[in-house]
T-cell receptor, first 113, second 109 residues
Framework: DGGITQSPKYLFRKEGQNVTLSCEQNLNHDAMYWYRQDPGQGLRLIYYSQIVNDFQKGDIAEGYSVSREKKESFPLTVTSAQKNPTAFYLC????????????FGSGTRLTIV | RKEVEQDPGPFNVPEGATVAFNCTYS??????FFWYRQDCRKEPKLLMS???SGNEDGRFTAQLNRASQYISLLIRDSKLSDSATYLCVVNTGFQKLVFGTGTRLLVSP
């Protein structure tokens, strides 16, 4: 079945360490997105990519980095520069322009200890 | 002003009730609209797209009012399983969707 896979589901890291969240899709979608969700808040866009080897900053890109070397993969690195990284991270994809909506992965819950 | 605004709720309704949520958006050039459902600690899932003529899917009806820039979702005959957060989502035409903060619905027996 086609879909988006995020791994791991839960991630614990010490403060000051970089951590990479995986996002893989087999939907043949061109566009991919990373969102962050904090308790009681809406989704906030971190980065997005419309095509391979190209990506743009979203509303809260500081302290994060991404790469898009393959159409299927869009990993997110949370760096030590991110002040408050504990959150629920969601990866999504869409066919092209998001006029048909997104498909989401099941998310990664990151906790900094 | 936020791009997409929703009443956070919670809306507490008994089983069988009809409940309606509204959402307003600020960008008049917005092109497409959606309702997503998000269960606690899960990813959002597409509930339905919202078309200018209005559309219905079983117990769910979505309406769009472009003149007033609002979208509505009506749920008839509420079920316990409808308890969730409902996200209003707008495609503003800048290659990405904008999400409202969600309206929480609690359906009780």
């Amino acid at each position: 079945d086609g879909g988006i896979t995020q791994s791991p589901k839960y991630l614990f890291r010490k403060e000051g360490q970089n951590v990479t969240l995986s996002c893989e899709q087999n939907l043949n979608h061109d566009a991919m997105y990373w969102y962050r969700q904090d308790p009681g808040q809406g989704l906030r866009l971190i980065y997005y990519s419309q095509i391979v080897n190209d990506f743009q900053k979203g509303d809260i890109a500081e302290g994060y980095s991404v790469s898009r070397e393959k159409k299927e993969s869009f990993p997110l690195t949370v760096t030590s520069a991110q002040k408050n990284p504990t959150a629920f991270y969601l990866c999504a994809s869409s066919i092209g322009q998001p006029g048909y909506g997104y498909t989401f992965g099941s998310g990664t819950r990151l906790t900094i200890v | 002003r936020k791009e997409v605004e929703q009443d956070p709720g919670p809306f507490n309704v008994p089983e069988g009730a009809t409940v309606a949520f509204n959402c307003t958006y600020s960008n008049s050039a917005s092109q497409s609209f959606f309702w997503y459902r998000q269960d606690c600690r899960k990813e959002p899932k597409l509930l339905m797209s919202v078309y200018s003529s209005g559309n219905e899917d079983g117990r769910f009806t979505a309406q769009l009012n472009r003149a007033s820039q609002y979208i509505s979702l009506l749920i008839r005959d509420s079920k316990l399983s409808d308890s969730a957060t409902y996200l209003c989502v707008v495609n503003t035409g800048f290659q990405k969707l904008v999400f409202g903060t969600g309206t929480r619905l609690l359906v009780s027996p």
